[in-house]
């Protein structure tokens, strides 16, 4: 059984920082292609960033230069580095694997970002 279990999430203020872990078991993360999602309320579902391929990360244009997506496969753990955060990067976070090749993907329960000016 594939789990991701999030982690990090936390309120903090303008220019904070805060990194996201998100654990994965159940499957070997080197063979999944992998991102992060955020959702604020009222609004849709949206890309943050992502690792394709094994080496090809794409960002949003809403958090390029702030955030940082990295993968660690000994630990098969994958992280989203936040820095310089603003208010309007709160959201709820979720953590998405998809396996390459396949339909099959996973998401992680969601950890809450609170951003205060």
């Known amino acids: 059984q594939v789990q991701l279990v999030e982690s990090g999430g936390g309120r903090v203020q303008s220019e904070g920082s805060l990194r996201l872990p998100c654990a994965v078991s159940g499957t070997i993360l080197a063979l999944n292609d992998m991102a992060w999602y955020r959702q604020a309320p009222g609004k849709q579902r949206e890309l943050v960033a992502s690792i394709t391929g094994g080496t090809n990360v794409v960002y949003a244009e809403a958090v390029k230069g702030r955030f940082t997506i990295s993968k660690d496969n000994a630990r098969n753990t994958f992280y989203l580095q936040m820095n310089s955060l603003k208010p309007e990067d709160t959201a709820d976070y979720l953590c998405?694997?998809?396996?390459?090749?396949?339909?099959?993907?996973?998401w992680g329960q969601g950890a809450q970002v609170t951003v205060s000016s």
């Open positions: 998405n694997i998809r396996r390459r090749g396949s339909r099959d993907e996973w």
